[in-house]
């Protein structure tokens, strides 16, 4: 006969894990914070590992998709994000570059700025809003290269003029 506090920890997990995908570390933590013990949270995590509810590399992958082309994050923010998240440094590169192989992080800047653009209608941006635009994408985790290059590239083209002097 199972132990009942290990099925009460098996029932909670397969209700967390029907929520959303969860990695290992955060299962692992919100089964302790309802107070099974670190021997039964094993069991239970290894049950789901087995049973292929709980895979941090196909988290990972999913994860870092969600935040890369839907949510249009830079590889840092998502790293951060995974790391966050009990996610190994090599699996969140990984995970990372398979989400940038269809959405670029320069694709993503692009799209971002098209965005802002198409919402304000018309006049391009001023100084102003060119620096709100890149703190914005600051905080999404984008390099200061990349969106430097991207939000001044139109302003540059305006001082050069067509001759690019």
Known sequence: MEDPSRQKAEKTAFRILTLRPHSEQELRTKLGERGFGEEIVAAVLEK???????DDA???????RELA??????????GRDLRDRGIPEE???????EARAELTEAAAVETLLHRKERARA????????RLHLAR??????FPRSL???TVWKGKEDEV??????
């Not at 789901?48 to 709980?54: A, D, E, S």
């Not at 082309?69 to 998502?78: A, K, Q």
């Not at 050069?160 to 002097?165: K, L, R």
């Open 122 to 129: 018309c006049p391009p941006l001023d100084d102003k809003q």
């Open 91 to 97: 699996l969140s590169r990984q995970a990372i570059a």
């Open 69 to 78: 082309v839907n949510r249009l994050f830079g590889d840092s923010r998502i």
């Open 147 to 149: 969106i430097y290059r």
């Open 136 to 141: 914005g994408l600051l905080g999404k985790g």
């Open 48 to 54: 789901c590992r087995r049973l292929g509810y709980l």
């Open 160 to 165: 050069h003029g067509d001759a690019g002097e």
């Open 58 to 64: 196909q988290y990972a992958r999913s994860r870092a």
